[in-house]
């Protein structure tokens, strides 16, 4: 039987939800043909099948969680007799060519499954990638050590650059290294939230990987928008705002990777959308080309996808800056927070009144605050404030 295994999805996080089954045991499938929807950190994925062939084994039921690399699908090797129904058997405990890969690049073949190999270890991953990162960047060779627990956490790893010692690594610790400690009792409340917490999860990475890598600066203004045509949306408003000052100001909009700014074209805003599932961040492609009915479609479409827990993973892809409009919740200022590769966040809080100086007079106005956070690595204090100024100049005289 070979062994087809869930492939690396590309979201950052080590596993996925199985949502729902599109082929039973016993089907017979084309190569490309879906298999499986799966829900990542922040979206429903389509796994399709790397060959045609007949499935001889599901691994998992819907609902279940997989980690990456471990077993999916199983199907019948080719000279299996094709009335003979095959009971499940557990898989292999040590594959030497199936492994897991970003679905996209998974080729045929009669052997290999994929274009990137695991390595040919039973030990499972055991760190996630904001930590490998951080034990990179330390000099700390996890393949070493063991974790007290199911993965490493930040502090074994800080506590090892600091020369304290981890229990060694063994084949034996390995296989008991899952075990939960003694005085941990699981509860129902405790199931029902791992399995509700992808988005949350892939939350705390980003957060991570926010912490250790990015050196934030934030600057605060309001902008009088008094003038605003009444009913207009405030979102659709700083959207055209972001595009235009990132015009005025392109590092802004950008990527900082390797030590490297790359400004990015066209203007990709992540829009910040709550839920109770968690924090989804879906993209509105090149704003500035963009009619606004256009612009207020999409954010309607993510609204009720982020809703009914079905937004496209496509749709989360390919932001160069972010937007968050908090202030529709409640709170004036903030300190948004950058997440890389992206250098900028746009934040804007709950409008407000004040008694201003307006042509002479003192008049009540109508002020927005806006909280804007960039990565001091990848621009200067000045870049930041002309975007700044770029940005309140353009929602001064819209109408």
Not at 57 to 82: K, V, Y
Not at 161 to 187: C, F, H, M
Not at 204 to 224: G, I, K, S, W, Y
Not at 389 to 394: D, E, G, H, R, S
Request: charged letters at 25%.
């Amino acid at each position: 039987m070979k062994i087809f295994r869930l492939p690396d999805l590309g979201e950052g996080l080590p596993d996925a939800v199985i949502r729902e089954w599109h082929v039973d045991e016993g089907d017979t499938v084309k190569a490309d043909q879906v298999l499986v929807s799966v829900e990542t950190a922040k979206a429903l994925v389509e796994v399709p099948s790397p060959f045609a062939g007949t499935v001889q084994t599901l691994f998992a039921a819907e609902g279940e969680t997989l980690e990456t690399g471990q077993p999916l699908i199983g199907f019948a090797e080719a000279e299996s007799h094709a009335g003979e129904a095959p009971a499940r058997q557990p898989p292999p405990a040590e594959p030497a060519s199936d492994s897991g890969t970003v679905v996209g690049k998974i080729e045929q073949g009669s052997e290999a499954l994929a274009v990137e190999q695991r390595p040919i270890t039973s030990r499972p991953r055991c760190a996630t990638p904001a930590v490998r990162a951080l034990a990179r960047r330390l000099g700390v060779d996890l393949d070493s050590l063991h974790p007290s627990g199911a993965r490493f956490s930040e502090a074994e790893v800080r506590a090892a650059a600091r020369g304290e010692t981890l229990p060694r690594w063994s084949e034996k610790a390995d296989k008991s290294s899952e075990k939960l400690p003694k005085n941990v009792e699981i509860t129902d409340s405790s199931r029902s939230s791992a399995e509700t917490a992808p988005a949350r999860r892939a939350m705390v990475m980003a957060m991570n990987r926010a912490r250790d890598q990015v050196c934030p600066m934030t600057l605060f203004d309001e902008v009088d928008i008094s003038d605003w045509p009444k009913g207009i949306s405030p979102t659709l408003y700083l959207l055209k705002a972001i595009a235009h000052a990132a015009a005025e100001e392109p590092n802004l909009n950008a990527h900082f990777e390797n030590e490297t700014l790359e400004p990015k074209t066209p203007v990709n805003v992540g829009l910040a959308v709550d839920a109770p599932k968690g924090l989804f961040v879906p993209v509105l492609q090149d704003i500035g080309a963009q009619s606004d009915e256009a612009i207020l479609e999409s954010i309607a479409r993510f609204k009720q996808q982020v809703e009914a827990g079905a937004i496209p993973q496509k749709e989360l892809q390919g932001a160069t800056i972010h937007l968050s409009n908090f202030g529709s919740l409640a709170g004036r200022f903030a300190t948004p927070i950058v997440v890389p590769p992206l250098v900028c966040i746009v934040g804007a809080g709950r409008a407000h009144k004040a008694v201003l100086p307006h042509k002479g007079k003192a008049r009540v106005r109508k002020l927005l605050p806006l909280s804007i956070t960039a990565d001091h690595r990848a621009v200067t204090g000045g870049e930041l404030a002309r975007f700044l100024k770029a940005l309140k100049k353009y929602l001064e005289t819209a109408s």
